[in-house]
Structure formats: C-alpha cells, structure tokens
C-alpha cells in the first residue's frame, strides 16, 4: 500500500514540498535579516541613538514580512485540508477507481488505513516543520518590536496561530475534514469547497471568541480612584490582556461606569508612569478598573487545549470518514 | 460437483428496490459460467457481492468457502475482479499497474502478467490513459490474472470492444482457464461469446435466477417444435412451454422436456443458444426450478 499511495500522490506531493520549501527558506531568510537587524539595532541604543535606528527596521520591509508568514503558517492547514484531503477519496469515487485497489489483495480497511495514515502522516511532519522554523523568526520579530518602546508589547500569544501545537493539531483536523467531505459528497470540487467552509467556519469562530475563555481570566483590580492598587497584580509584558474585553470601571457602590468619560476625566491625571503614583481629578476618588487577561504561563496549557479541541474533531471526522467508505458501493 | 459460488436466498436491495432478490445458486468450480440477462437484472450487483464490494440485504453468499463480509482478505486474496467500466488510473504506466499488482497481491505472478502484455504489443511505459480501449480491457485481465486467482469475476469483458479485440480477449481468456483450471464467472450481453467459451449458463432476470445449468445439457433439454395451431392459453398454462409463437396455421414452441420426442404432426427445427436465451428474456415468467418431466403439448 505505501508504494500506491506514494505513486498515487507523488505530483501533489512534489508540488506541496516545493512550496513549503520555499516558505521556510523565505522565513529563514526573515529570521537571518531580523538577527542581523537586532544586534545592529542593539549597537545603536548602546551609543544612544534608538530611536533614529529603528526607523531602519521600519523601513527594511521587515514589518511587512511579518504579516507575510503569519498569513502563510495560518494558511497551510487549509491548504492541505483542501488539495490534499478533499481530493484523497472523492477523485477515486468520480472515476470509479476506487474498484482498481478494493480488487486487489488488501482489504478496504487496510486500503483506508495506510492511505489515510501516510498522507496525513507526512502532511503532519510538513506543517509542523514549517511551524518551527517559523517559531524562530518570531522570537525574533517580537524582540525586533518590542525592542521600539512606542510599538512594543508584542507577546507569545501574538504567535498563537504559527506555534507548532495547533498547527499540527489544525493541520490534521483540515486534513480530516476533507477526507471526510470526500467520502461524503464523493465529488472533487464540491468536496474542496465544504473543506474550505467547514474550517474557516470552525477555526476562526474557536480563535476569536472561545480561546480566550479555555480559563477564567484573571481580574486585576487596576486602579482605585487613579490610584493603582498593585503594580504586582497588573499583567506583565508576556501576558495577554483582554482588549477585546476593555477595562471595566466601577464606582464606589460597585456599578459599572461609562467608559469615555471615566477616560476623559483619567486623561487629567498627572504623571503616567505605573511606577509612580499619578494625581487625578477628585471625581475619580472611588472609581476603580478592573483589567482582564490571561498569563504568559497558560501559554502552552492553552496551545495544549485548543490542539486537544482539533484533534478530537479529526478523531471524529476520520471515524465518519471510514465509516463511509466501507459502507461505499 | 463442487461450487466456487453458492448463493441462499441471496438479496440486495438499494434503498426500495431489489436488485437481486431470492437468488439461490452455484457457479460450477473449474468452468466459465456465463451470467447473462437484460439489463438491471442484477448481474453487476451479484459480482459485486461475490468480490465483497458489496453486503447483502437478505440471504447467503459463499465464496471459495469463505464469506466475502466475514472474511474479506482471504476472499480478495484469490478472487480477482475486472469492474465493468474496467477503470484503472489513468496517469500511471502500464509497469506501475503491474507494480501495483505485485504491491497488493501475495501471490502475484509477475513474469506471467507481463508477458500477456508483450505478447499483446502492448508497451510497458504508456500510460493508460493513452490506451486504446482493447488494450485497457486486455490490461485489466492481466492484472486480475496476474493474482493467480482461483476464481475470476468479469463484468461485461467484452463489451465496447471491437471484434478483433473481442476475440483476443476471450483467447485470452479460455487460455488462461485451460492453463491453470481456475473458475470464470462472466457476465455478457453477447450471446455468440457466451457459446463460445461458456460451458454453464445462468440467466437472471429482475433479480432472480430463471434458468442455470450446464450449456450442453440446457441445450438437450429445449427444443423448438413447430406444428398445427394450438390453443395459445393452453400454450401459455404448460410449464414445459418456455415460449410459444403462433401463426395462422402453425404454433412455434419452445419445450422444455428432456428426453421426450415430439408428438405426431410436430417437428423439431434448430435451436441456437442465442434463441434458447432469448426466450427465456422475452418471458420472465418461464423458467422453473426443475423441468417438468411429462408435459402434454399440444394434440
């Protein structure tokens, strides 16, 4: 079985590795210049000219780069999901090829199983390749910007969607997913199509609305009348606050608070910085913020938990998958 | 006699409608068998079932001893199947069809299947898709050869073929069952092939099986009879009859009773194999488990 599949997946597959050849040169390359940028970026603050320097970065196209391979990492699951899976079984069922291997001395579950299992194998193997190369321009990106005070604040959880973790995890459920639209709709282009939907209709709804809630958030209490409580309970550089979740004001008797005119009366507060106390207009006196976000350290637990949540819908969707085929006549 | 196929109460049914239905029978080892019957009368679904590539509704099916569901490695393992479409991958070579045969197959028979091929003129690096359709189907029965099958399932061998690439195939064919003395069961619309390579005929009709047995006993048994008019209802009441045409004066039927000579006043014409099934086809009704042994007919 593995010399059929091979044979029978040998073009796409040379077209897959080239392409992602060339991405993770292309990121390496990325990485290779930001490096370089860095440490020229570093001598420069070290003689005290920051801030001209890093206009070089700016204008490097480095910035631009960024977008460039986060929009390719998040895209190659899909990417497999539809050229890969979709076509696996339904191409076989539109020209009624399947006949060719179901006559000879293997079973269909061992058709199925070998079949299924390479591809996604080494689809698997591809991605997550790619996801760790792509770890490294990242690290290097975020100390790039954040090494400009004005941009800064870029975080681990900025790189969310490139780490290997759920790249692996979203690469086999887009991989199952079109291996079970196949085998459902046994027709090429419509498979491809409900791939393609299906995913973005799970993927993107699961990043923007439930990530950030695997875990209760964490609430600092921020300020008190302008005054910060704690600068120990404020989230650090690495944590991910919740600006989808904006900061909560609240008064004295514990009601929440218009947001734009608590903001215009905390634009009078004098001094800004969270390690000095500012001085704020008395009608703040009693108002206190409450800050949501998530730590650095449930990183790799969330990674864990979203790759969990696309693993166990690949389990399920390759179970429907085989279910189908051997009922297939 | 020891059957390659023995079939209880077999049935299929998709969705509402029977394919096959109530359909009891044996394929003879060591013969071709021919299975014949108009279309949708369920000799695709019957062939599929035997390979296992589908599951019975209703009924038994066994296959080389074995059931095709329960036990479908050593069914496939010895079965071989050439599909009705014949389809094979377009895009791969005929040597990476061979290869795929020696992948797949335990007892694969390499020398044999591509010296078939040679002695074909059929080159071994073209591409299937670049195969005339005599080359494809002659492809295909050197890959389901190429298993060293005990048993050979074929839909439709012959069909869309030319003439020539008609008789090449069916060559082919006897050759190969003469040589290794394995089992054939094919289904043909083409009754002059079936006369010629077939020794044992069954013919389904609507799902169910109407006529089986051996060719040379089916023929010893029928005869066409021709005398004076009879009454067609009374024609139409006797089991014996298979089908009856009547003219003005004379009646035309076709009897099945074995060993019987014709009344006074009949005569007995020609039969071909092809009339014999054409009967049959052209009454669904006719055909009955045993012949019966003393009809009445006519005077």
Redesign the interface.
Known sequence: ????TW??HRAEAAAILTVLVALAVGVLLLTLAGSGMLATLSRGCAAGVCTTNFALFFQSGLFEGWTLVMVAVIAVPVVFGVFVGAPMIARELE???Q???????????RWFVSRVGLVVLSSVVGAAILAAIAQGWFAVQRDLVNSNAVVGGFTFWDGFDIAPPVVIAYTLFALALGVAAGAALRRTVPAMALTLAAYIAVRVPLAQLARWRYLPPVTARLSDGGQLVSVASLPGPSDWQLTSYPPTYVDAAGHALNASSVNRLLEQCSGGSPSAAPTCPSALNGVYTLLQYQPALRFWLFQGIEAAIFLVLAVALLALAYRLVMRL? | MTSAIRTTALGKRYGRQWALRDCSLQVPAGKITALVGPNGAGKTTLL?LA?G??APSAGEIEVLGQSPQRE??LV??R?????Q?R????R?TVS?IL???R?????WDGAGARERLVKRDIPLDRQVRRLSGGEQAQLSLAL?LG?RPDLLLLDEPASSLDPLARRALLTELVDAVAADGITVLLSSHLIADVERVCEHLVILSRGRVQLAGDIDTLREEHQMIVGPRIDPAAAAADPAVVSAHHAERESALLVRCPGKVPPDGWRTEPLSLEDLVLAYLENPAAGSPAPVAAAEVGS
């Open positions: 079985m593995g010399w059929l044979r029978q020209h009624g090829t006949f060719v291997a179901w006559s000879q001395g293997v079973t269909r579950r006549r | 599929k390979m590539l589908l479908p490695a496939l393992a079965v071989g199947y050439v599909a479409e389809p094979l991958y377009p791969f990476d290869r795929m045969g992948e797949l197959n335990s007892r389901a298993k």
